[in-house]
């Protein structure tokens, strides 16, 4: 609920209740509310939320950012059929052999490429080579997708790099159980950009 319905169910609870609580303490009430509310949500489910009302995104890509934005903004984007289901990303993987150019209406023609694609949101959200993912302080870097597999370069802060494989849904759980934050995502920007044009 946004903050004016908070609002609201606060003053008849306390009509009913007979007290009074001071407004300062129904703001924080309501701030705790929206940070517990949304921490549900997976990274991509928020981000679908923002794209789906048409709310720009003006914060990094990572759910802090976007919860801490619902926050100071008081926005009330929530979704209450999500609310109510597990909150568990699915995925499918599927090959490109072209791709819009956001320019124009022309497709240009792209080597084969193989993305994955976020299935149980509305917004368009694919993860393909060279997409960057930071999570928990360790630089994520794709550099192939392959038969439910992602191969990797990965760096820590320790300045450890290696190559790692992951199956894919190992990768994306990662992603919705950490701290992660999309650095880069060539598809998923250039579709925003083209809805903005």
């Not at 928020?46 to 720009?56: E, V």
Request: glycine share 2%.
């Amino acid at each position: 609920m946004d903050a004016t319905e908070f609002a609201c169910l606060l003053s008849a609870l306390q009509e009913k209740l007979c007290i009074h609580i001071d407004k300062d303490i129904i703001a924080y009430i309501y701030d705790i509310y929206l940070i517990d509310y949304y921490d549900k949500y997976t990274l991509f489910e928020l981000i679908d939320l923002f794209y789906t009302k048409r709310i720009p995104i003006s914060c990094e890509l990572s759910k802090k950012a976007l919860v801490k934005l619902i926050k100071d903004k008081k926005l009330g984007i929530c979704d209450k059929q999500w609310y109510d289901k597990k909150s568990i990303t699915h995925w499918c993987q599927y090959t490109y052999d072209w791709i819009p150019n956001i320019y124009s209406n022309n497709i240009r023609e792209v080597p084969r490429m193989n993305v994955i694609c976020i299935k149980n949101i509305n917004t368009d959200i694919e993860i393909c080579k060279d997409d960057v993912f930071k999570i928990d302080n360790a630089y994520y870097e794709i550099l192939s997708i392959l038969n439910g597999k992602i191969f990797i370069y990965r760096t820590r802060e320790t300045n450890i790099c290696e190559n790692i494989y992951l199956d894919i849904g190992k990768f994306i759980k990662m992603i919705d159980d950490n701290d992660a934050t999309i650095i880069q995502n060539n598809i998923l920007y250039s579709v925003m950009l083209a809805k903005s044009i």
